[in-house]
């Protein structure tokens, strides 16, 4: 994947993978607060007809580079392309680790993390991956370690409102917030003339991305909606995306950087 933000030079000041381990040793002593390490996670999953599906792993690590660029104290991980999307499967192309499985791997890097010195944070980029991250960061808690996870789009919801049509039943999945992101960061991989029209017919609990049901109901995607599009992706734009990007680093930063500020403190050695 290429972006204008993903490019050799910003991985070379922010990649925590372009360390080498006497740079990681060093980095994780200095400072006064532990040094974040920023875990993206997503999916590669259907994103219908007009998304490829390295949407949520691309972004998440988009937004995750830019949020950590100039920041010393901020380095980030090779990014964990898969995720749980079991509920796609109906879907060519969707690969899928069990719930199990990628809470047992997210628990696994951010133990190796917090050993060495460094705050995990995971920054998510798929929807159906925010029960497991918690059940995760729980369990990370269980063992001692002090970790914190969030969804990048739940920090935009205000500005989803401001800049799309109908951000409440517009956003979901493959939709006008994702199509208008990719436009922006990706815009070679979004095939314009495929968008769909429509959107989501009626459904109980509400499948959109910002709807807060308090009612959780597993489902199969193509039980909602035949083209495995959830919202409406025709009300995108590059404009949009281009804003929306812009506030999901500006709070992404902002998070990770309280974050940082109230769960930072090196332990005594």
Not at 17 to 31: E, I, N, R
Not at 75 to 83: F, I, M, N, S, T
């Amino acid at each position: 994947m290429t972006s204008s933000r993903d490019d050799a030079t910003t991985k070379h000041t922010t990649g925590f993978a372009f360390m080498t381990s006497p740079d990681a040793k060093a980095l994780s002593k200095s400072g006064r607060k532990r040094p974040v390490a920023i875990l993206p996670v997503g999916a590669v999953e259907q994103h219908g007809p007009h998304l490829p599906l390295g949407v949520d792993i691309w972004l998440a690590h988009a937004v995750a580079l830019a949020t950590a660029e100039g920041e010393e104290g901020m380095r980030v991980c090779e990014p964990l392309a898969y995720g749980s999307s079991h509920h796609h499967r109906a879907f060519a192309g969707t690969m899928s680790l069990s719930p199990d499985t990628f809470i047992a791997v997210l628990v696994d890097l951010c133990t190796c993390l917090s050993e060495d010195g460094f705050l995990p944070v995971i920054l998510n980029g798929h929807g159906g991956n925010r029960a497991a991250m918690q059940v995760a960061i729980t369990k990370l808690g269980q063992r001692g370690i002090t970790s914190a996870g969030f969804s990048y789009f739940d920090l935009i919801a205000d500005i989803a409102a401001e800049v799309l049509p109908d951000a409440a039943g517009g956003t979901g999945h493959a939709c006008a917030l994702e199509t208008s992101l990719m436009m922006h960061v990706v815009p070679a991989s979004v095939r314009e003339p495929l968008i769909p029209e429509g959107t989501t017919p009626p459904s109980w609990p509400d499948p959109h991305l910002f709807a807060g049901s308090a009612v959780t109901v597993w489902r199969p995607f193509e039980t909602i909606r035949d083209n495995g599009v959830i919202g409406t992706p025709s009300e995108a734009s590059r404009q949009a995306g281009e804003t929306l990007f812009a506030a999901a680093v500006e709070r992404s930063r902002a998070t990770i950087l309280r974050i940082q500020k109230d769960y930072g403190q090196r332990r005594p050695s």
